[in-house]
């Protein structure tokens, strides 16, 4: 199908084919009469671009928010840009940062800021640098990847926290692992350094020591487990606490 054009692919119907499995669902979304997820956005734009309607619900919102605005894709901006092209857009606020655009596979991008901005001429920026999460020595790190990217709004990140210049806080450190049984026990040899293990100085205490997972199912992915079966091993004692 590379050489046909999403239009002419769209109107095969050829059983197998994506576009006719397609055409079957929406038909018997028609038939049924339900809405998913993307006909919700699409009918509430159509919606919009109506006057009275668009007055109507523009008249019942004073205020509008939107946070992480970063994940808004162009489909969900055309839901709202009616709501923010009239008298509302004076109360509009958006809240984001392009730096952690990570939904791109969902329809977002990063140019959804500068397209928001061409819409509304009158929205007003304002950065937050002050950072109280993070050491002097993270955000710098940060701060070099980050400039890789050439299209990002120019921005650099302070570290404001009492202890964030502190020249006890340790450099960040990268260890490249092949394998996650090998990423286990480079963490695991880390840990036994900070307790002391081998006889060095001993820098922390257990109840001090936390390992952080990111994934967005914690119980299918299992990510955990090469570092909780190295642990278990080397009799450090440990708890897994997932965030319900």
Known sequence: RSQQSPGDFLKTNEPGDMAFCYMFYKERMRRDGLVDFNDMLLLASKLL???EIRELVCSQVR??????????????????????SDELGRSFCAVGDDDQTIYTWNGSTTKIFDIVRNHCGRLQMIELTENYRSSHSILKVGQLALT?????????????ADWANDAACPPPLLIECGHPEDEAYAIADEIEMLLGRAGEE??????DIAVLFRCFNFDKTKTHQPLVRELSRREIPHFVIRDE
């Open 49 to 51: 671009q109506n006057d």
């Open 63 to 84: 205020h509008l928010l939107v946070d992480e605005f970063q994940d808004v894709s162009e489909m969900q901006l055309e839901v709202l840009k009616p709501l923010i």
């Open 148 to 160: 890789q990217n050439l299209r990002r709004v120019g921005k650099e990140l302070l570290a404001r």
């Open 202 to 207: 001993v820098l922390f205490q257990q109840k």
